[in-house]
């Protein structure tokens, strides 16, 4: 084999594995761990990636960005060689890059696909994902009327509560927002404002959904539930100045609790 002749990574092992195909079976990769007693064959690894590049081809187009995520391991060279191999190109990422790093990699590359090592990463990134969705409609509830904003802002806080300290710490050092999410971390104060504009945006809700559907059953599964989220808010009182009452007359904070 010519190194010279030679243009990819991709080639590069493939052609190697056409070399020794009658000892596929011998190790290729292995975790570097002291109680790691397994490997990878280049059979194994030459069938995964065959795998993971025909998955990735139908969700790429050529030249797309797919982040990856991961420690160092086997599965990152895996990961790596299929999305070379599905023509995308990959924007790795490591687990020791700080919340700034990967907010400005992933807004900067506006990858097609991401892949994660573990559970814990994919959970995070999803949270994360999940609190810049909810701020994002947030904001548009201050601007838009009918939206709560106090809804998808909580919900916002929970989510880089975990997945991003610095997003978190953002939210709670925020000129308008952060009033409101300290008051209900702090006091359980749910603005009443807050309350009847959710109340507004699930009638209308429900009401489409029943003149687009008329299906009975659904709309009174989709009734009760809102019934239940609009019962809950409504347990916290809707001022600082009805928790200062409520605690001074020995009240309990939020009824039925």
Same mark, same amino acid.
Request: with cysteine.
């Given at each position: 084999?010519?190194?010279?002749?030679?243009?990819?990574?991709?080639?590069?092992?493939? @052609?190697k #594995?056409k !070399?020794?195909?009658?000892?596929?079976?011998?190790?290729?990769? *292995?975790?570097l761990?002291?109680?790691?007693? %397994?490997?990878?064959?280049?059979?194994?690894v030459?069938?995964?990636i065959?795998?993971?590049?025909?998955?990735?081809?139908t969700n790429?187009?050529?030249?797309?960005?797919?982040?990856?995520?991961?420690e160092?391991r086997?599965?990152w060279?895996?990961s790596?060689?299929?999305?070379?191999?599905?023509?995308?190109?990959?924007?790795?990422?490591f @687990?020791? #890059?700080? !919340?700034?790093?990967?907010?400005?990699?992933?807004?900067d590359? *506006?990858?097609k696909?991401?892949?994660?090592? %573990?559970?814990?990463?994919?959970?995070k990134?999803?949270?994360?994902?999940?609190?810049f969705?909810?701020?994002?409609?947030?904001?548009v509830?201050?601007?838009?009327?009918g939206?709560?904003?106090?809804i998808?802002?909580?919900?916002?806080a929970?989510c880089?509560?975990?997945?991003?300290?610095?997003m978190?710490?953002?939210?709670?050092n925020?000129?308008?927002?952060?009033?409101?999410?300290?008051?209900?971390?702090?006091?359980?104060?749910?603005p009443t404002?807050?309350k009847?504009?959710?109340?507004?945006?699930?009638?209308s809700?429900l009401?489409?959904?029943?003149?687009?559907?008329?299906?009975?059953?659904?709309?009174a599964?989709?009734g009760?539930?809102m019934?239940l989220?609009?019962?809950?808010?409504?347990r916290?009182?809707?001022?600082?100045e009805?928790?200062?009452r409520?605690?001074k007359?020995?009240e309990k904070?939020?009824?039925?609790?």
């Open positions: 084999m010519q190194l010279s002749r030679i243009n990819s990574l991709v080639e590069l092992f493939f @052609t #594995y !070399e020794i195909n009658s000892v596929a079976d011998k190790p290729f990769l *292995k975790w761990k002291e109680n790691e007693k %397994d490997f990878l064959s280049w059979q194994q030459a069938s995964k065959q795998i993971l590049s025909e998955y990735l081809r790429l187009a050529d030249g797309d960005r797919c982040i990856l995520l991961s160092n086997p599965e060279l895996i790596d060689i299929s999305i070379m191999n599905a023509g995308g190109v990959t924007v790795p990422l @687990t020791t #890059y700080s !919340e700034k790093d990967y907010e400005y990699i992933i807004n590359c *506006k990858p696909i991401c892949i994660v090592s %573990d559970e814990i990463q994919l959970k990134y999803i949270w994360m994902g999940l609190g969705l909810s701020l994002g409609m947030a904001y509830g201050v601007i838009v009327p939206i709560p904003f106090s998808f802002l909580v919900f916002a929970y880089f509560a975990k997945s991003s300290k610095r978190h710490d953002w939210l709670y925020h000129k308008y927002f952060g009033p409101f999410l300290t008051n209900w971390v702090q006091k359980k104060v749910f404002k807050g009847y504009l959710m109340i507004a945006v699930m009638a809700s009401a489409f959904f029943w003149f687009t559907t008329y299906n009975i059953a659904a709309v599964w989709t009760g539930s019934a989220v609009a019962i809950w808010a409504w916290y009182p809707g001022s600082v009805e928790q200062k409520r605690k007359a020995g904070i939020a009824w039925l609790k």
